[in-house]
């Protein structure tokens, strides 16, 4: 069958050549049942997802200040949401699977996530299957799968997020921002992104405050990726893995002469799956061939929440802007842009 570890780099992480011996470590979970596979996976690559996710939820600003009527301003922003170093490992809870276990109960039961190193615990994969009518037992011992290794690498680890908007200023005080991507088609695998945002200055709505020396203002922002890569599409096999961010912001900033400080507070709501679809067949120990229908389905969530932004614009021509900021939330973010602004 095609290899399903394989097929997991290659959507989420990008990697298109890795150890056949670690592809094999998942195929076997995977034959422990689609609930046990899933489980598995979702602690392992849930740094992952929970990276780009936050990521898609930051750059949408870098000023309180709306544009006037027809002003716009283009930027593109690179985003490094910090996987911290805990998550290089996953507690095994056995509690939550039917059919994989540790060979060693009393042993070591943190495993390595994505970013993780090598391990040497064995998980014991157990369980009845029926052939031709009759029932069987199959038990198989295998060391878990090894993390990348990226957690010994010098210096903090993130998921790069790019993000390229446009901001236009239409009426009250009011910009709307859209983020697009075409879809983009390589040897099988698209990949496509839109968003869309609206900021408002609200200042202008409270008696007194606008005499006030500053801009505040309030944003709501939604942006969503998809990609999709088609394992074999004769035989109707593809994964493809979504992600969404949705944020709501608070903004306050104060321009002086080229340079605008500027903080935001709000929250996250951040959403991710992927998925693998098709029928794929595995051998087994038995050379009894076993068929899985969409062996992999996977929702990643709970790595959004509140979130508090401090950061600066500097002008280094007149109609372009360097911004840099730093995002405290629950994979802390720093995001770097350069914008072509008209006011």
Not at 22 to 39: C, L, M, P, R, Y
Not at 238 to 245: C, G, K, L, Q
Not at 317 to 334: E, G, R, S
């Amino acid at each position: 069958m095609k290899r399903i570890f394989t097929v997991i780099t290659l959507i989420v992480f990008g990697v298109f050549n890795f150890q056949q011996t670690k592809a094999q470590e998942f195929e076997n979970i995977v034959t422990s049942g689609t609930g046990d596979a899933n489980t598995y996976l979702k602690n392992y690559m849930n740094p992952f997802a929970a990276s780009l996710g936050n990521g898609l939820a930051n750059g949408w600003y870098n000023t309180a200040k709306p544009h006037k009527t027809l002003g716009f301003d283009l930027t593109l922003n690179m985003n490094f949401a910090i996987i911290p170093d805990a998550a290089s490992q996953f507690d095994f809870n056995a509690d939550t699977y039917n059919n994989v276990r540790l060979a060693n109960p009393n042993g070591d039961s943190m495993l390595p996530t994505f970013t993780g190193g090598a391990t040497d615990t064995r998980l014991e994969i157990f369980g009845q299957r029926e052939i031709d009518g009759e029932p069987y037992s199959f038990e198989q011992e295998i060391v878990a799968p090894d993390g990348f290794g990226l957690s010994d690498l010098p210096g903090p680890l993130a998921v790069p997020t790019p993000t390229v908007q446009l901001g236009v200023g239409i009426v009250k005080n009011t910009d709307l921002i859209i983020r697009y991507t075409p879809e983009i088609n390589v040897d099988g695998l698209s990949f496509q992104s839109f968003g869309f945002g609206v900021k408002h200055d609200f200042k202008q709505w409270i008696p007194g405050m606008k005499l006030l020396p500053f801009d505040l203002s309030g944003l709501v922002g939604f942006n969503k990726i998809s990609t999709n890569y088609q394992i074999d599409e004769a035989a109707g096999q593809f994964a493809e893995f979504n992600a969404s961010a949705t944020t709501i912001q608070a903004i306050i900033s104060k321009k002086l002469l080229f340079f605008t400080p500027y903080a935001g507070v709000g929250v996250n709501i951040v959403k991710s799956n992927f998925a693998m679809k098709g029928d794929y067949v595995f051998n087994e120990n038995t050379n009894e061939e076993v068929t899985v229908s969409n062996p992999i389905d996977i929702d990643f969530d709970g790595s959004g929440g509140p979130r508090f932004t401090v950061g600066a614009r500097l002008k280094i021509l007149w109609v372009l802007a360097l911004n840099v900021d730093y995002t405290i939330q629950k994979y802390n973010t720093l995001s770097v842009g350069l914008g072509l602004n008209i006011r």
